[in-house]
């Protein structure tokens, strides 16, 4: 594809009322995607749990409470009027920007982020850093850089889990140099593999759930973050701040990102990116910039897919280090005392079965 004329584009967002800017992308920051439609069964059932979520919500302030950076005082406003803008940033549950280098793993980079910050919600556990390398290359998606989708990544977590960056950093899963898949086509993404030592050190999730409209507000502030894919036109990837609005330019596909709150007065979702600190330029006062964008509601086939959520995060049992490799335990931290693990439950639950763990 030809490159964007920027001067024409601020042009163009100009001229169209708009206040999105641009910037010159250098050349070894690549935005490879990856983000994939889910099968439409799976997607229905999804949001039909997560409509009976938020309706015992709704019904039950005592479980909503149970979020431990909700405070109790101001719950039933929350449940009475949705705030205007939320962002989960402010309470310190979001981490750091990640980087998916030339490979399509966005959907496991956003689940990522996902259970790090919910385990931050509902366990008190902050600055977990999950391994997007064994999510995408050690689950039933494959050891490649293939596309993915929410469902069945959200799904994976709670089957299997997710075990910390440590056990198995990202760029381990990829030949040191990378190699490419097809020499010959210069589009190509690198060749990965599972190269995990879990340990069992992994973290899952009891549920997760879909949701659509002024649901997905409403469990962005009462909940927690979200999962979401949209579609990368080329005027996005010289995004450098602002609310964008698709203007000009072709497709590139599918894309998965971190929803970590919304803004009714900007009219936009605000979300964190996985092609690193670089992405959208310098860090901006309206909190846009160095990883995190703004994208304006119903904008880039933002509606296309329902929003995805989780719940009830399980920490790892704790290790008898007696029976283990030592040297292999530098993701390992000592944990307090036992955590029991919650059985299945109804769906009642799914805010009040996360308190078990405290």
Same mark, same amino acid.
């Given at each position: 594809m030809a490159p964007l004329d920027l001067d024409r584009l601020q042009q163009q967002i100009r001229s169209e009322n708009l206040s999105w800017r641009v910037r010159v992308v250098p050349d070894d920051e690549p935005h490879s995607l990856g983000f994939e439609p889910s099968v439409a069964t $799976?997607?229905?059932?999804?949001?039909?749990v997560g409509a009976t979520l938020l309706q015992a919500l709704q019904l039950n302030p005592t479980a909503l409470s149970r979020n431990r950076l909700l405070d109790p005082?101001?719950?039933?406003? &929350?449940?009475?009027? $949705?705030p205007r803008r939320f962002d989960w940033r402010d309470r310190g549950v979001i981490g750091a920007v990640t980087d998916q280098r030339w490979c399509g793993s966005c959907v496991s980079f956003a689940t990522a982020g996902l259970v790090s910050a919910q385990a931050a919600i509902e366990l008190g556990v902050h600055d977990l850093d999950l391994s997007e390398a064994d999510q995408h290359f050690c689950s039933s998606h494959g050891a490649h850089c293939g596309g993915w989708n929410n469902h069945d990544s959200l799904d994976q977590v709670r089957q299997r889990g997710i075990s910390t960056e440590a056990s198995f950093p990202y760029m381990s899963a990829f030949d040191s140099p990378p190699q490419v898949t097809n020499p010959a086509d210069p589009n190509s993404l690198w060749a990965a593999?599972?190269?995990? $030592?879990?340990?069992?050190?992994?973290?899952?999730? *009891?549920? &997760? *759930?879909?949701? *659509?409209?002024d649901d997905r507000k409403t469990y962005l502030s009462t909940v927690g973050p979200m999962i979401c894919g949209f579609t990368v036109f080329e005027d996005f990837d010289v995004y450098a701040g602002g609310v964008f609005r698709h203007v000009t330019g072709k497709s590139r596909g599918g894309h998965a990102v971190l929803v970590v709150g919304y803004d009714d007065d900007r009219g936009c979702w605000i979300c964190r990116n996985s092609w690193g600190t670089g992405f959208g330029g310098a860090a901006q006062p309206d909190g846009t910039g160095a990883g995190f964008f703004e994208l304006g509601y119903g904008d880039s086939g933002i509606d296309g897919e329902a929003f995805f959520g989780c719940t009830g995060v399980v920490a790892p049992r704790p290790i008898d280090v007696r029976l283990l490799d030592l040297a292999k335990l530098k993701d390992i931290k000592v944990l307090q005392r036992p955590l029991p693990i919650p059985g299945p439950?109804?769906?009642?639950? &799914?805010?009040?079965?996360?308190?078990?763990?405290?």
């Open positions: $799976q997607l229905a059932a999804s949001e039909a005082s101001v719950l039933a406003k &929350f449940l009475r009027v $949705q593999h599972c190269r995990a $030592q879990r340990l069992r050190r992994a973290y899952s999730i *009891t549920n &997760f *759930t879909a949701h *659509t409209g439950g109804p769906v009642e639950d &799914f805010v009040l079965r996360p308190a078990l763990l405290r």
